[in-house]
Nanobody
Framework: QVQLVESGGGLVQPGGSLRLSCAASGSFFSSYIMGWYRQAPGKQRELVASITSAGSTNYADSVKGRFTISRDNAKNTMYLQMNSLKPEDTAVYYC???????WGQGTQVTVSS
């Protein structure tokens, strides 16, 4: 059983930064494709960024150039560095393991002045 625990969310002003973390329990973290999703009120959950076991990354157009996904396989942890945050980035952010289809509980990010 793989458990995913997100942290690092909070309230930030427009233009600010946050770094989300996703700590994974269990084995074989380094072999999994991992990703960050987000869901805003009244909207569908959307893929924000993903990273393969080799470190290849993909981003939604809306976050390219502002967000950076990374992973530290020695720590079984994935990160999402979010810069130049906008009010439309406000959402609950979820960590996801693609191969096992596991989800974290989510962490709230609110961008507001």
């Amino acid at each position: 059983q793989v458990q995913l625990v997100e942290s690092g969310g909070g309230l930030v002003q427009p233009g600010g930064s946050l770094r989300l973390s996703c700590a994974a329990s269990g084995s074989f973290f380094s072999s999994y494709i991992m990703g960050w999703y987000r869901q805003a009120p009244g909207k569908q959950r959307e893929l924000v960024a993903s990273i393969t076991s080799a470190g290849s990354t993909n981003y939604a157009d809306s976050v390219k150039g502002r967000f950076t996904i990374s992973r530290d396989n020695a720590k079984n942890t994935m990160y999402l560095q979010m810069n130049s945050l906008k009010p439309e980035d406000t959402a609950v952010y979820y960590c996801h393991n693609f191969q096992r289809n596991y989800w974290g509980q989510g962490t709230q990010v609110t961008v507001s002045s």
